[in-house]
């Protein structure tokens, strides 16, 4: 009986540091880290009915098996409908994070797009509010 309950005990708390985790993955400290510089940037494409249409296609190639195909996020990745992504972080906090990635929460850098698509994507994410 012992045995047992000490079993228990070591699933609920492993279970709670899984869970205490998969929130700090989704924590937003990222925005601390950009530049004033490339925080302030402004999207070549911004308002651009083109540019989302774009930007939606990118996204579903390279960020919909992390993020969903509706931005809606999962246990391990983000929602990307949410009030930091689309109140808090600018255009340029966007750009900034897909181009240098985040590699500790599992963010790759996407820099490799290109600057122009990386901003079609940013432009297709600021419309999902």
Known sequence: M?????????VFLLLAVVAMADV?????KWLGKVPA?????SNPFHDQENAVAAGRLLFADHCASC??????GNKRHPSLRTERVQ???????????LSNGNMGRGM??????????I????TYVKTLH
């Open 87 to 97: 109140l808090q972080a600018t255009e340029g906090d966007l750009h900034w994070l």
């Open 108 to 117: 790759p850098s996407w820099a490799k797009l290109g600057d122009p698509q």
């Open 67 to 72: 993020h969903g195909k509706e931005a809606r």
């Open 2 to 10: 012992r045995n047992k309950w000490r079993y228990r005990t070591l």
């Open 37 to 41: 510089k490339d925080r302030e940037k």
């Open 119 to 122: 901003w079609q994507i940013v």
């Open 24 to 28: 700090k993955v989704a924590d937003g």
